[in-house]
């Protein structure tokens, strides 16, 4: 790679590293498998950097992938005795922490596959076709996931009296990301993804 598109390379590393590495843990929910992840795609890309012609959409749909295959390997299966300690939730006197933190742990108990258009429709703000480019499937399926998905959260939700609003307009995703709303207890906030 040439001196000047290793500069670029690197500068793109500095900007996307962060944000991509939230992608990853909002579709793994394991901040470790985020991280390699992120490493592998960004090695994917590093190799392939003069060949790419949209880098930021190339680095997030091998994010997302590699994210729900790392989560498939055996060895991350495997749980220490410390995953078997119960996680003790303390209230958050910021409100907006708290709200997001449950969201994010709403999202661990919807399955891979639906979590992954989740995240890419709602918190990426991506259409039906762009996402279902980057998971490689049908946009039917990735309307039918996100149905599901949607369904297992509110679900998920309802049990914390957690009401989920998505943000529409005339039938389309408003395309800014962080347009999910919880509110609990008499509280509204919005949740937003960094």
Not at 101 to 129: C, Y
Request: hydrophobic share 40%; with cysteine; net charge positive.
């Amino acid at each position: 790679m040439e001196t000047k598109n290793a500069e670029e390379f690197r500068e793109f590393v500095r900007g996307r590293f962060e944000p991509l590495r939230a992608l990853a843990y909002v579709t793994c929910g394991d901040w470790q498998t985020a991280e390699d992840a992120v490493a592998g795609a960004l090695a994917r890309l590093y190799m392939r950097w003069d060949k790419v012609a949209a880098p930021d959409a190339y680095a997030r749909t091998m994010v997302v992938r590699a994210a729900i295959r790392e989560k498939r390997r055996p060895w991350r299966r495997e749980r220490s005795a410390g995953d078997a300690l119960p996680d003790v939730a303390g209230p958050d006197p910021s409100g907006d922490v708290d709200e997001r933190l449950r969201l994010r742990a709403a999202l661990s108990h919807v399955p891979k596959r639906q979590r992954a258009v989740l995240v890419l429709r709602f918190l990426e703000g991506l259409s039906v076709e762009e996402t279902a480019e980057i998971l490689g499937c049908r946009p039917g399926t990735v309307k039918s996931q996100s149905a599901r998905g949607l369904d297992t959260l509110r679900t998920v939700l309802a049990a914390e009296a957690i009401t989920l609003h998505t943000f529409e307009r005339n039938g389309h995703v408003l395309p800014h990301s962080g347009r999910v709303e919880v509110g609990a207890r008499g509280r509204t906030g919005t949740a937003h993804h960094h």
